[in-house]
T-cell receptor
Framework: SQTIHQWPATLVQPVGSPLSLECTVE??????LYWYRQAAGRGLQLLFY??????ISSEVPQNLSASRPQDRQFILSSKKLLLSDSGFYLC??????????FGSGTQLSVL | SQQGEEDPQALSIQEGENATMNCSYK?????LQWYRQNSGRGLVHLIL?????REKHSGRLRVTLDTSKKSSSLLITASRAADTASYFC??????????FGTGTRLKVLA
């Protein structure tokens, strides 16, 4: 069966520090991969999506970037975090285009 | 923004009552989906309704879709305390993009 792993679960980082969040999917090939961010008590904002290795579509211009070095690996990065980068980051995958499967999320606090 | 809006933002009901939440969206869609999120967790898919469907059922869930009004509703019948969560609608615009609404926070009181 398919599973999605996202880590770490929580992260506290100082302003100006780098960021790397990783997401991997098991049990499926060539998934569409997604990074969403959720502010406290709010909806989900689509940040990036990828339909194949090395193919990244950015939805929100900001100091975050994403990479897909392998078929089932999706990485969210930043060179210098801002206070406004705090939030709950969710990775998700889809194959059929019918529904999304989400990871358990990373709570990022930038102080 | 393409983001949809859920209404109400928050809903508090007694166990056994029905809960209805609504979603409005802005663009043409292929399908509309509802997801559930427990506090601090990832979202879980509940039900999908295609643009050519008007109503769909799954267990205690009933979803309607009115594409002329660009709106959908989710009805949870005979609610339970375990139904306490946030509920989001999502629309698939184009081939790959899923746009989520702002969510309804449901609290079911035992």
């Amino acid at each position: 069966s398919q599973t999605i792993h996202q880590w770490p679960a929580t992260l506290v980082q100082p302003v100006g520090s780098p960021l790397s969040l990783e997401c991997t999917v098991e049990g499926t090939s060539n998934p569409n991969l997604y990074w969403y961010r959720q502010a406290a008590g709010r909806g989900l904002q689509l940040l990036f999506y990828s339909v194949g290795i090395g193919q990244i579509s950015s939805e929100v211009p900001q100091n975050l970037s994403a990479s897909r070095p392998q078929d089932r690996q999706f990485i969210l990065s930043s060179k210098k975090l801002l206070l406004s980068d705090s939030g709950f980051y969710l990775c998700a995958w889809s194959v059929t285009g019918e529904k999304l499967f989400f990871g358990s999320g990373t709570q990022l606090s930038v102080l | 923004s393409q983001q949809g809006e859920e209404d109400p933002q928050a809903l508090s009901i007694q166990e056994g009552e029905n809960a209805t939440m609504n979603c409005s969206y802005k663009t043409s869609i292929n399908n509309l989906q509802w997801y559930r999120q427990n506090s601090g967790r990832g979202l879980v898919h509940l039900i999908l309704i295609r643009s050519n469907e008007r109503e769909k059922h799954s267990g205690r869930l009933r979803v309607t879709l009115d594409t002329s009004k660009k709106s959908s509703s989710l009805l949870i019948t005979a609610s339970r305390a375990a139904d306490t969560a946030s509920y989001f609608c999502a629309t698939r615009a184009g081939t790959y993009k899923y746009i989520f609404g702002t969510g309804t926070r449901l609290k079911v009181l035992a």
